[in-house]
């Protein structure tokens, strides 16, 4: 067998945990009696909300209008009366404006049969108007809205597109499972995707922990016109940030600050390539997404199909409920998800796993002086020195660690992960990007 | 189902890697026990009170001033560690006074009057036994005769080998082959297991190969000669190495340069003082003989003291081995481990400061098309 690729430098390998679910079926959640939709689901600026307490929506209406260049629309994810506008609690500890559905009325769009659209007439600008008009955002949790990622600027040429399907975050198997169950409608929407970006060459990058899916999609490969192959890479973390993914691909570094493009690249999602397959195809807003509920903790783990804006908690009460108390309850991946406090937070656009973790999973420990062991600069995909970086934010000493490339730093946590000393290194990262920004703005 | 649980609330990664600061201070401790044993076993229950006397007072040191600076620290494995390695560097005969004093120096002095764990920039315990050696120098090279070579020779006490060769070779003006053989010249004991494990290895592996083996190695290798307590049983410390390698504990560059520029050095220059040519060093006696295991393996390789990157850790280990070689072959002591160590330790700062990792997408070798 041939080498499997992956990227030179750093790196951890954390237990995988995704038996839990990996053989599990997508099966539909329940659809929440209430809905709470945040109007900020994704990188930029919040959507404008559309409607008023009191007012009826239906099924995948559009109740917030995208503001500014990097915005995304929001829809309904169910029919009903509009409660409340008022401000939620998302997972990652942030609040946004959101607006509350109470379920009423009949489904009439969703699960119906539809026509096929037959989008292989229309232009490439028209495709993007319709990825826009859904609200697609990148389905991998960064939540970057798709439409913009797409507009290519005119001086750039894309050589090479990458369908992501490394699922590098453990426990998490929502993309595994697309892969399998929806392997064409993710093939033709790579198709659609290809239309748009017309690369020189299409990669799907899947991990040598999902053999039976790098099998189906390599049967499938064929279906796309282009000169397209699957990549099988070696299993490890963060094998599906897009940096290191290139870098294991193509061979080419995502200079410091720059993007993808900057190299003739473009990434996205299986997820993001399936939602706008459904949204070009079958007309259909970006209302659902796979969520894989699983952790220790959990008595019947699940891939489920879930309507956005669910209360978290229904999905584990889905799923059994607990079958002993968690220490933690992640949104996301265990890597670089959010713990969140209470389990009313929605599940939104971003939230690809709810992990619920026991205390011999969480591994927690106290935190004890820097031994200068070296570990976090070893495994930094990104070759920073995470200890100094910490340091030097500590004390207050911003400046110094913008210097040392404090904003490379994607917080994939590594560093935190390995560190023996059980320091907060991505605590302190993200705090020193935080205060290097309001310094910056103070002037 | 109940809604209403306490959740843990804490910025990613929402889990860790099994390590911690005592786990790996206490593994580092288990591998170094069979060392312990076989020097107590060798030297007697004397060496025993030696361990437990600077680990004692490590304890209790560390204890105190944690105490004063209202912090408890004990149970982290990193004072039981240092004075776990104080004991292993006396000699087994020392007055119990000598380790006590290494361990207060090496935990007071070396490592909270820079704020404890992980602010020291010398090796605790080596600094702790450099004190003593140059306060107490006799003590310090008082050499018990170990088991197995008591019918050889008369008396409690004998030179160590290396100490044996730097005297003798004092006023030499003759030639030797070596250091094994100018041992023997001078009358120095082999053990009996020596001579019979010898000539097993020569008639069952080696000679039907066309190699032989001379006496002395196997009493190195094993450890059947005076020295510190800890540092005699190269064996047994390499078996505990083996396990911190597969635990990654320690990571391989600092042993590989010290062993490897140490023992070029060696084979280079170090047939010259017994007046042969050069590249007719003896490596693997050297390799054997001063607390070289114990000092490559356990204290070089400390987390604290040594550089962070792959190069750094490179450049600390070829910088100790080339200083072992100019103290052990050149100065006027016979082992020179510590010392190196010590003096490298000096430059892990400055070596951090220019051994920067690559950065991602800034190198010019990788980045952009």
């Known amino acids: 067998m041939r080498r499997l690729k992956t990227f030179p430098k750093g790196g951890v390998h954390p237990p995988g945990n995704k038996h839990l679910t990996s053989g599990k079926a997508i099966i539909n959640a329940a659809i929440p009696s209430i809905s709470r ?407 | 189902m109940n809604r209403e649980v306490d959740l843990l609330v804490t910025t990613s990664p929402q889990i860790h890697h099994p390590d911690s600061t005592a786990k790996i201070m206490w593994t580092v401790v288990i591998c170094l026990v069979p060392a312990g044993i076989w020097g107590v076993f060798l030297f007697g229950g004397k060496a025993l009170l030696v361990i437990i006397s600077s680990i004692v007072s490590a304890l209790v040191t560390e204890f105190i001033i944690a105490k004063l600076l209202k912090r408890f620290t004990v149970l982290d494995g990193s004072a039981f560690l240092t004075g776990l390695l104080v004991g292993y560097n006396m000699p087994p005969g020392v007055p119990l006074y000598i380790p006590a004093i290494a361990s207060i120096f090496a935990i007071a002095v070396v490592k909270w009057t820079f704020g404890g764990l992980g602010a020291n920039w010398m090796n605790p315990a080596l600094a702790g036994r450099v004190f003593v050696f140059f306060s107490w120098t006799g003590s310090m090279t008082n050499w018990r005769v170990p088991r197995f070579l008591t019918t050889h020779v008369d008396g409690v006490t004998m030179a160590s080998p290396l100490g044996f060769i730097k005297a003798g070779l004092y006023d030499f003006t003759g030639t030797s082959p070596g250091p094994i053989a100018f041992l023997k010249a001078g009358g120095y004991p082999l053990s009996a297991l020596d001579q019979s494990v010898t000539n097993w290895i020569n008639t069952s592996v080696l000679n039907p190969l066309g190699a032989s083996l001379k006496g002395g190695y196997v009493d190195l290798f094993l450890g059947i000669v005076p020295g510190c307590i800890g540092e005699v049983s190269a064996l047994l410390l390499l078996l505990g190495t083996v396990y911190l390698f597969i635990k990654k504990i320690i990571t391989w560059e600092i042993p590989v340069s010290y062993l490897f520029v140490f023992g070029l050095l060696i084979w280079i220059f170090g047939g010259l003082r017994f007046n042969n040519g050069l590249f007719t060093g003896d490596v693997m006696f050297n390799f054997f003989t001063g607390g070289l295991i114990l000092g490559v393996f356990y204290m070089a390789t400390d987390m604290v003291t040594s550089p962070l990157t792959t190069k750094g850790k490179l450049i600390f280990g070829a910088g100790a081995g080339f200083m072992t070689f100019l103290i052990r072959v050149y100065g006027s002591f016979p082992e020179g481990v510590s010392l190196a160590i010590i003096f490298m330790n000096i430059f892990v700062p400055l070596i951090n400061k220019y051994t920067k990792p690559v950065r991602f997408g800034v190198s010019p070798r990788g980045g952009g098309k």
């Open chain 1, 37 to 443: 939709i945040p109007l900020q689901q994704h990188i930029g600026s919040p959507a404008e909300c559309l409607i008023n307490p009191g007012e009826n929506v239906k099924e995948g209406m559009l109740i917030g209008r995208s503001t500014g260049f990097i915005s995304a629309q929001i829809h309904s994810s169910i029919p009903g009366v509009v409660k409340e506008v008022r401000d939620i609690y998302l997972a990652n500890g942030f609040k946004s404006k959101g607006v509350v559905i109470e379920m009423e009325g009949e489904f009439d769009t969703l699960g119906k049969r539809q026509e096929k659209n037959n989008w292989e007439k229309l232009s490439a600008e028209e495709l993007l108007n319709i990825i826009a008009d859904r609200g697609i955002v990148g389905m991998g949790g960064a939540t970057f809205p798709t439409h913009v990622k797409y507009k290519i600027p005119k001086h750039a040429k894309v050589e090479a597109f990458v369908v992501n399907g490394t699922e590098c975050e453990p426990y998490l198997t929502a993309d595994h499972r697309l892969m399998l169950e929806k392997t064409e409608e993710i093939m033709e929407g790579a198709r659609i995707v290809d239309k748009i970006l017309n690369p020189e060459k299409i990669y799907i990058a899947i991990e040598a922990n999902k053999l039976d899916a790098i099998e189906v999609m390599q049967k499938a490969v064929s279906l796309l016109n282009k000169h397209a192959e699957v990549v099988p890479l070696e299993i490890k973390y963060p094998q599906g940030d897009e940096k290191q993914l290139l870098k294991a691909i193509i061979n080419r570094e995502v200079p410091s600050g720059g993007l993808p493009i900057d190299i003739g690249a473009v990434v996205s999602n299986v997820g993001t390539i399936f939602a706008i397959y459904e949204a070009v195809v079958m007309g259909k807003p970006l209302i659902e997404r796979i969520v894989t509920v699983t952790g220790g903790a959990i008595k019947n783990p699940q891939n489920l199909k879930v309507r956005i804006g669910t209360p978290i908690g229904d999905l584990i009460e889905e799923c059994g409920g607990f079958s002993e108390m968690p220490v933690k309850v992640v949104a996301g991946g265990p890597m670089m998800g959010f713990a969140i406090y209470e389990l009313e937070a929605p599940v939104t656009k971003g939230t690809s796993g709810v992990i619920a973790l026991t205390k011999k999973e969480v591994k927690s420990n106290n935190q004890t002086p820097c031994l200068n062991c070296g570990r976090c600069i070893t495994v930094c995909p990104m070759g920073l020195n995470p200890t100094l970086l910490f340091k030097e934010i500590d004390h207050m000493d911003y400046d110094s660690a913008m210097e040392e490339g404090l904003m490379d730093c994607k917080e994939c946590g590594c560093c935190a992960f390995m560190c023996p000393a059980h320091i907060p290194l991505v605590h302190g990262m993200k705090l020193g990007k935080y205060m290097a920004k309001k310094k910056k703005e103070k002037g």
